[in-house]
């Protein structure tokens, strides 16, 4: 009789990408889109945040060609393709820019800062750009 080697698969993770930046001008907002994407690659629970100015990366109608630079509306939309299905808007971060949920784009849940402190605590690792 031999033995066989078991290999037990590790526990998922949750991991908490909180995203303040505005989508363009600056590399964040694209980081962190990267960092989500790759450990949902990896099978990781995997939240999804948009605070402050990170809510204009869930504008609809986005086109980055004018500066040259890939529309990171278009990449937001195929999260759920990834695994990705915890995505959040912050309300109060669009009631101070004026901004609807007929504005956004498909598949956001609005979210207070009571439940996002209540994600930050359950998460195991949490990476705020």
Avoid at 22 to 33: E, I, Q, S
Avoid at 108 to 123: E, P, R, T, V, Y
Wanted: aromatic share 6%; charged share 20%.
């Amino acid at each position: 009789m031999t033995d066989k080697l078991t290999t037990a698969r590790p526990a998922k993770s949750s991991i908490t990408f909180i995203s303040r930046s505005a989508p363009y001008g600056r590399n964040r907002a694209n980081l962190c889109l990267d960092m989500a994407l790759a450990c949902a690659v990896f099978e990781q629970n995997v939240n999804y945040v948009f605070l402050d100015d990170g809510v204009y990366q869930l504008l609809k109608g986005q086109d980055g060609a004018a500066i040259q630079s890939k529309t990171l509306g278009n990449a937001l939309e195929t999260l759920a393709l990834y695994g990705i299905e915890s995505v959040y808007a912050d309300q109060q971060s669009l009631k101070a820019r004026s901004i609807d949920m007929a504005d956004l784009l498909p598949g956001m849940q609005l979210i207070d800062n009571g439940a996002i402190s209540k994600l930050i605590d359950s998460s195991d690792t949490v990476f705020n750009l």
